[in-house]
């Protein structure tokens, strides 16, 4: 089983990048899709998720800002529009099926001022 995040990168305050996670190796339909993230010396938070189902979940600090979109049962983006510098974190995928949790190995982006 794998997930892999790709997207990340330096960007200036006000631009936009977008996250990709492609799941692998995993039978049977994903529940939930999202992607946390973690900030230097923080604990790792939900950024967004969304259900098999289209139903999405965000975190106050990216609404309006952030998209995330699932392609099929195993992909999903993360569009990200008006970066700020609080946004600056390492980015996870996440999928969960039934019980089980899987993580992708996190891909960092680095917002500057």
């Known amino acids: 089983v794998q997930l892999q995040a790709s997207g990340g990168g330096l960007v200036q305050a006000g631009q936009s990048l977008r996250l990709s996670c492609a799941a692998s190796?995993?039978?049977?339909?994903?529940?939930?899709m999202g992607w946390y993230r973690q900030a230097p010396g923080k604990q790792r938070t939900l950024v967004a998720a969304q259900t098999s189902g289209g139903v999405t979940n965000y975190a106050d600090s990216v609404k309006g800002r952030f998209t995330i979109s699932r392609l099929n049962g195993k992909n999903m983006t993360l569009q990200m529009n008006s970066l700020n510098p609080e946004d600056t974190a390492v980015y996870y995928c996440?999928?969960?099926?039934?019980?089980?949790?899987?993580w992708g190995q996190g891909t960092l982006v680095t917002v500057s001022s």
């Open positions: 996440n999928a969960k099926l039934g019980l089980t949790v899987y």
């Open positions: 190796g995993i039978i049977g339909s994903i529940n939930v």
